[in-house]
Nanobody
Framework: VQLQASGGGLVQSGGSRRLSCSASGRGFINYTVAWFRQAPGKEREFVSAVKYGVGTTYYDDFVKGRFTISRDNDKKTVYLRMSSLKPEDTAVYYC??????????????????WGQGTLVTVSS
């Protein structure tokens, strides 16, 4: 599967932005999809994931209540709605996926498929 992340850009602190992760290939419905991000000079970190099947969602603590992940299997797309953005949310956001992931959602090595990343810059 190939992943294409989009929707990044410049947004003011407190604003909102929606990222999209579009997939090509077969079997999208069986893929768990996640978002990771990497800020300049920092390590990559887990943001959120949506499981295949019933679509259970997972969030890291620093985005709970502010970010919402969702998926549209017909469109083969996963969305990350980001609200109440803070300057510390500035990062390149990557969407990742793999087949029937059941555990290790927050670990990058769990996923074999990575998109190219989209930059989100939050100005103060």
């Amino acid at each position: 599967v190939q992943l294409q992340a989009s929707g990044g850009g410049l947004v003011q602190s407190g604003g909102s932005r929606r990222l999209s992760c579009s997939a090509s290939g077969r079997g999208f419905i069986n893929y768990t999809v996640a978002w990771f991000r990497q800020a300049p000079g920092k390590e990559r970190e887990f943001v959120s994931a949506v499981k295949y099947g019933v679509g259970t969602t997972y969030y890291d603590d620093f985005v709970k209540g502010r970010f919402t992940i969702s998926r549209d299997n017909d469109k083969k797309t996963v969305y990350l709605r980001m609200s109440s953005l803070k300057p510390e949310d500035t990062a390149v956001y990557y969407c990742v996926a793999d087949d029937k992931v059941e555990a290790g959602f927050s670990i990058g090595h769990t996923y074999n498929y990575w998109g190219q990343g989209t930059l989100v810059t939050v100005s103060s």
